[in-house]
């Protein structure tokens, strides 16, 4: 079963409800969706204020994300809104420097830039944007994950 990293927004609960329901689906397509939410242990978001505290929880976050990262074997970028979360836009550069396979999947009609999405995004995913879950399953499906 392959392994692929979500990296994408997860500071809210729809946005963690939502990676949840798409490790399900794509787990009954034969696929391991690795989410970061799952690694952040005891990490209290309340504190994030306190600059000490932000520093050395941003500093482990960090580290324990890209070792995460590592570990899989392709990178999914969840690109919904208006503009894509700026950390899951450093682990894409991460993955494509690495030279893993990195896909996108945007449901949202919005756009930042000229009613397409960002350029250098779409570069990193190599163009792999899936509009829907089903559409996404065949591009991986395609990429022998």
Same mark, same amino acid.
């Given at each position: 079963m392959s392994r692929i990293y979500l990296a994408g927004p997860l500071f809210c609960?729809? %946005?963690l409800e939502y990676n949840l329901k798409l490790r399900l689906i794509l787990k009954e397509e034969g696929?391991?969706?690795v989410l970061?939410?799952?690694n952040s242990g005891s990490i209290d978001v309340g504190k994030m204020s306190d600059q000490s505290f932000a520093k050395e929880t941003a500093l482990d976050i960090f580290s324990d994300d890209l070792a995460l990262l590592g570990s899989c074997d392709a990178l999914l970028l969840n690109i919904d809104g208006r503009v894509?979360? %700026?950390g899951a836009c450093v682990e894409l550069g991460y993955a494509y420097a690495k030279g893993m396979p990195c896909f996108g999947i945007k449901t949202d009609i919005r756009t930042?830039?000229?009613g397409i999405d960002n350029m250098m995004i779409v570069g990193a995913l190599g163009g792999n944007i899936a509009r829907s879950v089903p559409e996404l399953v065949r591009m991986l499906r395609d990429a022998g994950l």
């Amino acid at each position: 079963m392959s392994r692929i990293y979500l990296a994408g927004p997860l500071f809210c609960t729809s %946005e963690l409800e939502y990676n949840l329901k798409l490790r399900l689906i794509l787990k009954e397509e034969g696929f391991d969706l690795v989410l970061p939410q799952d690694n952040s242990g005891s990490i209290d978001v309340g504190k994030m204020s306190d600059q000490s505290f932000a520093k050395e929880t941003a500093l482990d976050i960090f580290s324990d994300d890209l070792a995460l990262l590592g570990s899989c074997d392709a990178l999914l970028l969840n690109i919904d809104g208006r503009v894509p979360d %700026e950390g899951a836009c450093v682990e894409l550069g991460y993955a494509y420097a690495k030279g893993m396979p990195c896909f996108g999947i945007k449901t949202d009609i919005r756009t930042a830039e000229y009613g397409i999405d960002n350029m250098m995004i779409v570069g990193a995913l190599g163009g792999n944007i899936a509009r829907s879950v089903p559409e996404l399953v065949r591009m991986l499906r395609d990429a022998g994950l």
